[in-house]
């Protein structure tokens, strides 16, 4: 018997965006956040490991300690995106029943991370603006600073980030009155079978450059990257995100049901499984993302963005560095969607610290042509005229490599 699955909306912790809660909030901007949130905090192999394969990066260099060990690195390193996994660039500051998107991140790279490191986040309120969504009404736009700190007190990533705020009642209300905004969005997406085997292909056709440099010198400015394609975007796909990065907290049973009547805006009942869920499951549930305004599950934001420098890295190699990468989460991706991730050289350069630079103009675009989140980022090349190497002037002494082992050791 059907049980109308997609037809059900999910009852989510619901309140209202008050003029006192944002005058509370001016009294914490420049105060640093204690962070609940944390996941990973040891690079162990499984960590590095499982956060790759979570987001579909299977470059060697992150997941084969034997090939890892034959690079300049000398030991298997993280993706640079793996400190999403220690916690995700946002903490969430009170507001309950006030939904949160991460909607934006610029986000540097210092350090390689190595198997064993010990990874200390931080994060800071810097401010926020208010203002009206054609989404869902009065909407705060919230900001915060984030850095990531190793066993050396080394700073090894950091940047700014986004989270818009809104009522979900109101997102819901908008959304239900639609005027023709999401008619051209059809969920799940009718994908012919002549489509999906084409799409596959394309997914199979992914060039990782890996062991072979790619030098400065052989790249110009227009040069396309070689695209990259996720998709279409599936449950299991977000279910081995967060068995790699989990960004909120992973609890099961008895465990979980605590946690949920000391923090009841954390969680709601499954108006399926009556099981109790995270507000998380908007990455998942049909009913819980309908419950919050959306249309459909999306994907979470700095998901995307670990996307996005999986395309970077395939493209420039195990000799290169990303130094910084800016992106905004404008359109979600909804489960069914697919995603090619695309990019050009706009500008070549040497920069004031005498290192080979390229800027990159980034793009991820949907099946229905929509720049679901438009970029730029800075990679670092090996000169092959100079013969320097971003990578070796950011390598720790040899004998911290992969041993976990620095001020606090």
């Known amino acids: 018997m059907a049980d109308n699955t997609e037809k059900q909306i999910a009852q989510i912790s619901e309140n209202v965006l008050t003029d006192e809660n944002l005058t509370e909030w001016k009294k914490r901007v420049g105060l ?13 192999y499984e960590a590095i490991r499982n956060f790759s394969y979570g987001i579909g990066d299977s470059n060697p260099l992150h997941s084969d300690i034997n090939y890892a060990t034959g690079t300049n690195y000398g030991a298997l390193i993280a ?31 210092i350090r390689p991370i190595y198997i064993n490191d010990k990874i200390t986040p931080k994060s800071y309120f810097v401010g926020f603006d208010v203002k009206q969504s054609k989404f869902a009404g009065k909407t705060a736009f919230e900001y915060q600073r984030f850095e990531y700190w190793n066993q050396r007190n080394e ?58 440099p790619r030098y400065w010198e052989d790249v110009q400015v227009g040069d396309e990257l070689a695209k990259l394609v996720k998709g279409p975007f599936g449950v299991t796909d977000m279910i081995a995100y967060t068995v790699g990065a989990a960004p909120v907290q992973v609890a099961a049973h008895g465990v979980q049901l605590k946690l949920y009547k000391n923090h009841p805006a954390w969680g709601y009942r499954d108006p399926v499984t009556r099981a109790w869920e995270p507000v998380y499951s908007v990455h998942y549930s ?124």
Not at 91 to 105: E, M, N, R, W
Not at 173 to 186: A, N
Request: glycine fraction near 8%; include cysteine; charge should be negative.
């Open 32 to 44: 640093e956040f204690r962070i609940g949130n944390i996941f990973n905090q040891t690079a162990s």
């Open 79 to 109: 993706s640079p995106a793996w400190t999403a996994s220690v916690f995700p660039h946002w903490v969430l500051q009170g507001l309950p029943g006030i939904h949160a998107d991460h909607s934006a991140s610029d986000w540097e790279f």
């Open 155 to 212: 700073l090894v990533s950091r940047g700014h980030c986004m989270l818009v705020r809104y009522e979900r009642q109101t997102a819901k209300e908008m959304t239900e009155k639609g005027e023709g905004k999401y008619d051209h969005i059809k969920v799940p997406h009718p994908w012919t079978n002549e489509e999906l085997e084409a799409i596959d292909q394309e997914v199979l056709a992914e060039e990782i450059r890996g062991s072979e």
């Open 286 to 409: 049909v009913a819980a993302a309908r419950g919050v305004g959306a249309i459909y599950a999306y994907d979470a934001g700095v998901q995307r963005h670990s996307w996005l420098v999986n395309f970077l890295t395939n493209w420039m190699g195990d000799h290169a560095w990303v130094k910084k990468c800016n992106a905004q989460y404008r359109q979600f991706v909804y489960l069914s969607d697919v995603i090619w991730f695309k990019g050009n050289v706009t500008k070549k350069y040497i920069d004031e610290n005498d290192e080979h630079c390229v800027d990159i103009e980034t793009h991820g675009i949907n099946q229905r042509d929509e720049d679901t989140m438009p970029g730029f980022a800075t990679v670092i090349l090996p000169s092959k005229e100079k013969g320097t190497s971003p990578i070796d002037k950011r390598l720790p002494a040899k004998e911290y490599r992969g041993t976990g082992k620095g001020v606090y050791f």
